[in-house]
C-alpha cells in the first residue's frame, strides 16, 4: 500500500471509531463475547434437524448401529451450545435469574411432541400435493416443510420465554425458503405449506388442524401504526381446523376469523371474520 493511500485508510479508521463513540444503539463494541452468535444458533438448528429426522440429515460417519452414540452426541452439542445461547439471551428477558440449563432441559424434553407434529405436517404435505412422489422428497426438498420444522423447534422454545434466538431460528429460515413464520404463532397439527415463497404467518396468529395455505398468503396485522403499544396484544387472525387459503391471500386483524371448513380464493383481502363453511374470493370486507 502507497504512502498517501497508508495515510487515507488510517484516517478513515480514526474517524469511524470516533463515530462509534455516539453512544447509539449501533455504537456497542463491549461485551462482544456475551452477546448471541447467529452462527452457533443456526448450527443448532442443523443439528435439531439431524435429531428429529435421523435418517434424512445426518453425518457422514452415520451408521445404524451406533444410533445411540450418534444421538447422544448431537444431543450434548445442542445442550451444551443452547445452554450457552440462552444464558446469554437471558439478559433480554424480565426474568434475568432463570436458569438456562434448566429451559435447555425442558426444551430437548420436549422433542417427542415436536416429532409428533412434524409427522402430521409430513402426512398432511403427501396426502395435499399430487406432485409429491415421496415423503422424502417432501423432507429433503420442500421449503414449507423445512419451514415448519424451524417453527416448531422456535416455537417451543418461545414457549419457554427464550429471548431472540426463537426469532433469529425462524428468520434463518425465512431467509431459506421464502417463508416469514413467527415463533410466537400457534400451529396445529396437518400443517401444509404448498410453494411458500412469500408467506407470512404474524406473531399472535392462531391455525388450527389441517390447514393448507399457499405461496404469496399473508396472515398479518390490520395496522402497526401504534408500534410497541400493541405489544402482546392480538394483532393477526385465527384460522380454524379444514381451511384452505390460495395463493397471495391476504387475511388481517386480530379480530379477524375464518370459520373452519372454509376456502378462501386466491387475491383475497380480508379484513373481517367470515363464517364456517365460507367460499371467498376477490374482496371482502
Known sequence: MDKPLEQEVQKLVADILEDYKGNRAIDKMEDFLDQPDKDVIINIVNKMLRILFPGYYRDRTYRVYNAASQLTLQI??????????????????????????????????????????????????????????????????????LAITVYRIAHELFLLSVPLIPRTMTEYAHSVTGVDIH??????????IDHGTGIVVGETTVIGEHVKIYQGVTLGALSTSGGQKLKNKKRHPTIEDNVTIYSNASILGGETVIGRDSVIGGNSFITRSVPAGSRVSFRSQ
Open 183 to 192: 415463533p410466537g404463532a400457534s400451529i396445529g397439527k396437518y400443517f401444509f
Open 76 to 145: 450434548e452439542d445442542v445442550m451444551y451450545y443452547l445452554n450457552r445461547e440462552i444464558a446469554k439471551v437471558l439478559k433480554y428477558s424480565p426474568d434475568q435469574c432463570a436458569d438456562s440449563e434448566k429451559i435447555t432441559m425442558a426444551f430437548l424434553k420436549r422433542i417427542p411432541s415436536v416429532r409428533e407434529y412434524l409427522e402430521t405436517d409430513l402426512e398432511a404435505a403427501f396426502d395435499g400435493d399430487p406432485a409429491a412422489a415421496s415423503k422424502d422428497e417432501i423432507i429433503l426438498s420442500y421449503p414449507g416443510m
